[in-house]
């Protein structure tokens, strides 16, 4: 099974901490949000890889985050938009995800703004 974190989007109500920072690279505590997923999804072992699907505004940032980190099975996959008029929403974004990533498995999706307080491969 694969799995998608979606990052897509522009936080504007978050504006000015958000504005040059996905909200997911935001620290809560002494990790990132998107860090606590990660986590979760690295421990979860029916989970092969994990997409994390992105603008091109943000997409440097979070090759970095990835590249920085020492999580295994994310990977960027980047969506083709770089201003909020021009977003997909959530559903064009994964057919444009599942197109792009030749993606012929099953799917776990998971928003990547929410902190989860459960364990995922329970």
């Known amino acids: 099974m694969k799995a998608v974190v979606l990052a897509g989007g522009y936080a504007t109500r978050l504006w000015p901490i958000t504005k040059n920072r996905p909200k997911m690279l935001l620290p809560v505590g002494e990790i990132t949000v998107i860090d606590r997923i990660f986590r979760e999804l690295e421990d979860d072992d029916r989970i092969e890889e994990v997409y994390v699907s ?26 083709d938009t770089s201003e909020e008029s021009e977003k997909f929403g959530v ?12 993606v012929d498995d099953d799917l776990l999706v998971i928003a990547g703004d929410n902190l989860m307080g459960f364990d995922v491969s329970a």
Request: glycine content about 6%; cysteine-free.
């Open 54 to 79: 992105t603008n091109e505004r943000f997409a440097d940032e979070f090759e970095a985050h990835i590249a920085d980190s020492d999580f295994e099975k994310p990977r960027l996959s980047v969506e």
């Open 91 to 102: 559903v064009g974004a994964l057919g444009q995800l599942v197109d792009r990533e030749s």
